[in-house]
Every structure is written in structure tokens, then in C-alpha cells.
């Protein structure tokens, strides 16, 4: 009976501790195309998923550019599933996003 429950608790646990947050890679510094997965407005933050299936998790600046089509566009232009191309530079553990194009015509 203990057996039974320390493995629950274990299991829980473990449970809480993945549903904490989003499996995120950090890449080199470089230029990668891929697919917006998530979008979240109020934070200025954008996960991508890469063209290698990583996903990466990227904060606006105050120097990142949005454009489209060569044009700058606010960020509430951004969807999920819109195509794109995003400069990184990488921080330690951190991307920062340098630039985002958005690819949809």
C-alpha cells in the first residue's frame, strides 16, 4: 500500500512539473524559416516552430523589426500558422529576436 502511494505521488509530480511550461529549444544566432505556433499579444511573445521541428520562444524587443512584403506592420499582424523567416541572436540561454518576416503574401 505505501508502494502504491509514493508511486502516485511520483506520478503526479511528474505530471505537474511537464504541464509547467512549453518545450522550448534555444538555437545559434542565424536565420531560420518555420510556422507560427502560438501567438501571445500581451507579452509581445511568439513560439516558432522550426523547419527541424524545434520550437523556439522569442520576446519582442524594442529593436526587433516586423515586416511584410518589405514593409514594417504592427505585431497584431502576426497568426498562428503564418510562415516565416526570424534572425536570431542567441544570449546565453536567450533568443533574441532581431528580425521577423512574415511570408504570407
Known sequence: ?????VFSTL???LFMISACGEDTSVVE???YTG????VNAEETEIY??????????LYFTDT???TQNGEDVPFST???DDRVEVTVEKTGQRLDPVSVELLNE
Open 11 to 13: 506520478a503526479l509530480l
Open 78 to 80: 502576426i497568426q498562428v
Open 48 to 57: 516558432v516552430e522550426l523547419e527541424s521541428g524545434d520550437v523556439i520562444e
Open 1 to 5: 500500500m505505501k508502494s502504491i502511494k
Open 64 to 66: 526587433t523589426t516586423l
Open 35 to 38: 510556422t507560427i505556433q502560438e
Open 29 to 31: 544566432s542565424g536565420t
